[in-house]
């Protein structure tokens, strides 16, 4: 994944306020040739003086990008794997005691009810290890000891509303805290957000690539923070 924006922090109004109204356009299609892989040949000394500090600071955030990205990958591959296995687990389950007392008490006379109750019965075992499951995965990625809470679980429902197989919603939510507004918002918990987000990227995959929809999140630009953004 290419990161598509960058911040610019508050106290670079001490370099610009004191450069030319010239120099600080410059300056500004410096950063933006920079920060996108374009040549930057730079004549003016004061140019380049004033740009050093914000290029060092550019390198640096995208490291740190970088290094969080990587860890979030690693560990979406690993909640995979364990949820996979959980999941296998709990098809497997047996029969519970209730459930066989159930069948029992109703026979052969009740076989009607008895199918009724059997086939509702797995239905709602499947949604709750579904909502599990991607609960436990969302608990995973966003690396917290949340609870599924009553509001928690009507969110997820929502989101399995959608119609989406339980892996595309794994990796929509890798690719959802990969965002750089979530990260910098700390929004990896806001399932409205997710479910909203969701829905852009699944859409988007199933796109030809040369016309794949522009998104908020895709688009290089500033991103404003309340500390330490522009």
Not at 10 to 29: A, N, R
Not at 125 to 143: C, G, M, Q
Not at 163 to 171: A, C, R
Request: charged content about 30%; hydrophobic content about 35%.
């Amino acid at each position: 994944m290419t990161k598509k924006s960058f911040v610019l922090y508050h106290d670079l109004i001490h370099i610009v306020s004191k450069l030319p109204s010239d120099k600080k356009g410059e300056l500004f299609q410096t950063i933006l040739d920079f920060v996108n892989d374009k040549e930057y040949p730079i004549d003016d000394l004061l140019l380049s003086i004033a740009f050093e500090p914000i290029k060092q600071q550019l390198i640096r955030d995208k490291e740190s990008w970088e290094v969080e990205r990587q860890k979030r990958s690693d560990a979406g591959r690993k909640g995979g794997q364990a949820t996979q296995s959980k999941a296998k687990q709990s098809q497997a389950k047996p029969r519970s005691a209730k459930q066989n007392k159930a069948v029992l008490k109703h026979g052969q006379a009740n076989q009607a009810d008895t199918v009724t109750d059997t086939v509702t019965d797995t239905v709602t075992d499947t949604v709750t290890d579904t909502v599990t499951i991607l609960f436990e995965h969302i608990k995973l990625i966003s690396n917290t000891k949340i609870q599924l809470t009553s509001d928690r679980r009507k969110d997820i429902n929502n989101i399995l509303a959608l119609g989406y197989e339980i892996e595309q919603l794994k990796e929509g939510y890798i690719n959802f805290c990969n965002m750089p507004f979530t990260i910098q918002k700390k929004q990896q918990l806001n399932l409205s957000y997710f479910k909203r987000d969701i829905e852009q990227f699944l859409f988007a995959k199933q796109l030809p690539k040369e016309i794949k929809p522009i998104s908020v999140h895709n688009c290089n630009s500033i991103d404003y923070e309340n500390h330490g953004g522009f």
